[in-house]
């Protein structure tokens, strides 16, 4: 009885934290069972869970090579993982829940708000429902186009489905994770590979409501009026615009170094497909660390933005970024409401922008010192590492498998905060049934500035 009863008294942010602890428990488990590895593996339990944490989180920084040590049960065990941490606990726990006629109650509800970071209750089934059906289709689209494409490449035709399978689940979980070894870098010319996994990476990155939004408008009749939510139009703006300015200043910086003598169209390519991973995919068609310092601290700024909410991604997400440049912008008009798209923001979403950036750059901040001072690398390497970890990107300049167990620790409390949300970390510190004390004291103001 007094289990049930510590249970009830969880938050649903603490119920939900739980349950990906739960998951990268279990994963720890079956990616460590001797057949998932090839012979002669040898990792320790460290190495184990933070490929479990990196592939619950779908961020895929590694510390092992992953064609060298799965198996092929290993790799869909890690397939599984990869689709589980990607589309979210709760939208699986939705299908399985349907599957046995469970009914959905409020409290379960309240999980599937919480974890999709939500604002309403209505609807949330069906959300969970279409979220699960956009995502396998996409895969399994994405798997047919480059498993048949990929017979040019690997010799049977079960490899090459097999590359595809795991590339496209790993590119539209924006997961980071490859089985070839090299990630991208054998298609550093094909255009065709680079354009599907941008377009998989996309359409992981940008936002469930996004897909549903656009799949309800291609489905509406002509003569119906579709208005799309001020999240979309939002989101969808700030995703893009983040990517082309990453294209764009990556051209501009790398232009007499790394592009210096590389054709034109090679080159955008490069500086597209690494903009386009930095919002959350991790996947790279070069070795990063050839890019100027300026090409990598642009990288990570962008990698500490990240994806959408409500996505497969991380970092302090599109939205929050969108929001804290209108709230600069609307300070510096001298007006106090944040006005766009013929709407007005709600000051609690303001704050928690505010909140959710501070906090991160708190994180993020003491996770390099920490890191500065146990690790012999350069500050920009570490920087690199510390927001492609937050940001559940995965990219890296190659000094992840060469961390201290203290570098790894540290790494893998970043990929699980990036994972859960800052929001979600910062209500574990709240009660289960908060009361807004109902005392107020004079007011009186302070100089800002």
């Not at 209750?121 to 994405?142: A, D, F």
């Not at 994972?419 to 510190?429: D, P, V």
Request: hydrophobic share 50%; glycine share 8%; charged share 15%.
């Amino acid at each position: 009885m007094k289990k049930k009863l510590k249970i009830s008294e969880l938050s649903p942010a603490q119920l939900i934290v739980s349950l990906y602890v739960i998951a990268v428990i279990t994963s720890t488990i079956l990616i460590s069972l001797p057949f998932a590895h090839k012979p002669g593996v040898e990792w320790t339990f460290l190495d184990a869970l933070f490929t479990a944490v990196s592939a619950v989180s779908v961020t895929g920084l590694t510390v092992v090579n992953t064609a060298d040590t799965f198996s092929i049960p290993g790799i869909f065990i890690l397939m599984f993982v990869l689709q589980f941490g990607g589309i979210g606990i709760m939208t699986l726990g939705t299908f399985f829940w349907l599957l046995l006629g469970k009914k959905i109650g409020f409290k379960e509800r309240r999980l599937i708000m919480t974890d999709q970071n939500r604002t309403d209750l209505s609807g949330l089934v069906n959300v969970m429902r279409q979220i699960l059906l956009l995502i396998i289709t996409i895969e399994l689209v994405g798997a047919l186009i480059l498993g048949t494409y990929f017979l040019n490449y690997f010799p049977t035709w079960q490899e090459a489905y097999l590359q595809g399978l795991f590339a496209s689940v790993s590119a539209t979980t924006n997961a980071g994770f490859d089985i070839t070894g090299q990630s991208l870098i054998l298609f550093a010319e094909d255009y065709f590979v680079q354009f599907i996994n941008i377009l998989l990476l996309t359409l992981g990155a940008i936002g469930f409501p996004v897909l549903i939004e656009v799949k309800d408008f291609i489905l509406s009749k002509k003569n119906q009026r579709f208005r799309f939510s001020l999240y979309t139009k939002l989101t969808s703006i700030t995703f893009f615009l983040l990517m082309l300015f990453g294209t764009f200043i990556i051209i501009v910086l790398e232009f007499n170094h790394f592009f210096k003598d590389v054709v034109w169209h090679k080159a955008f390519f490069y500086a597209l497909f690494q903009s386009a991973t930095t919002r959350n995919g991790g996947l790279a068609t070069m070795d990063v660390s050839e890019f100027q310092e300026p090409t990598l601290l642009v990288i990570s700024a962008l990698m500490f933005i990240g994806a959408s909410p409500s996505s497969v991604g991380g970092g302090i997400r599109t939205t929050t970024f969108a929001v804290n440049l209108l709230m600069l912008y609307t300070f510096a008009r001298g007006r106090s409401n944040i006005k766009i798209f013929k709407r007005e923001l709600h000051e609690e979403d303001i704050t928690k922008s505010l909140v959710v950036t501070m906090m991160a750059m708190f994180l993020c901040f003491i996770s390099v010192v920490i890191l500065t001072a146990s690790e012999p690398f350069t500050t920009t390497e570490i920087m690199f590492e510390v927001t492609s970890a937050f940001g559940t990107t995965g990219l890296s300049m190659g000094i992840t498998p060469y961390l201290s167990s203290t570098g790894k620790i540290v790494i893998i409390i970043l990929m699980f905060i990036g994972r859960i949300g800052i929001l979600s970390f910062l209500f574990l510190l709240m009660p289960a049934h908060k009361k807004e004390p109902n005392i107020h004291f004079p007011k009186e103001r302070v100089i800002i500035g």
